[in-house]
């Protein structure tokens, strides 16, 4: 059986300092993503809906995964990836204080051997295991490219976490770029279970020169 190591594949992507951020060119890729909204009142811990997408979300990854590890021809192993963020507002300045006016993209990267056949064939699985639910119209599979980058690793909760975006947006001016997109948050531990101050989440910026 093929094992594929992508979290080696994309270590550079996946493994930045917590000392100083750093500029890296993020190549096109795929991903499983759904969009949502944070509901008023609420944030993204006590979501329903955020919570309801997650389990969509994890549940096409790990039926993409095994899908493909127990196919007669060519199986395939690979981890699945961490789960990332891209968090935004539709007026007004993005607040990590102020969480129900949040939009977000959750998302999760997939092999390219993911195709969309493959992923409308997980989909079916999943309607058959789970019936027909909603969520998983809103599931869809494509290529997100978001090439020039700041990024550097978070250590600790979540409400921290301007701390460490003051000290990327201090490189951004020195370096004379200007930040793009949406704000990226990259999981590399489970809140649900981690310490809140060890967890690991790379931030990331898009940025153009």
Do not use: C
């Amino acid at each position: 059986m093929e094992t594929l190591d992508l979290k080696k594949q994309f270590k550079p992507l996946l493994s930045p300092s917590a000392k100083a951020p750093q500029l890296v060119d993020v190549p096109r890729l795929t991903f499983l993503r759904i969009d949502g909204a944070i509901e008023p009142g609420h944030g993204p811990s006590d979501s329903p809906r955020f919570a309801e997408n997650l389990q969509a979300l994890f549940g096409a990854a790990y039926t993409l995964k095994f899908m493909l590890k127990q196919r007669a021809e060519n199986p395939v192993d690979y981890p699945v990836m961490p789960l990332e963020g891209l968090w935004w507002v539709e007026d007004g300045h993005f607040e990590i204080s102020v969480k129900d006016n949040w939009f977000y993209t959750v998302q999760i990267m997939q092999p390219d051997l993911v195709t969309p056949e493959i992923f409308a064939e997980a989909l079916a699985k999943l309607r058959k295991k789970k019936g027909e639910m909603e969520v998983f119209s809103r599931l869809r599979l494509e290529p997100f490219h978001e090439g020039l980058a700041v990024q550097m690793l978070h250590l600790g909760p979540y409400a921290a976490e301007p701390a460490t975006v003051e000290k990327m947006d201090i490189f951004i001016q020195a370096e004379s770029l200007q930040k793009t997109g949406q704000h990226h948050e990259i999981y590399l531990g489970d809140p649900m279970r981690a310490d809140p101050a060890k967890l690991k989440t790379i931030l990331r910026h898009p940025v153009t020169k």
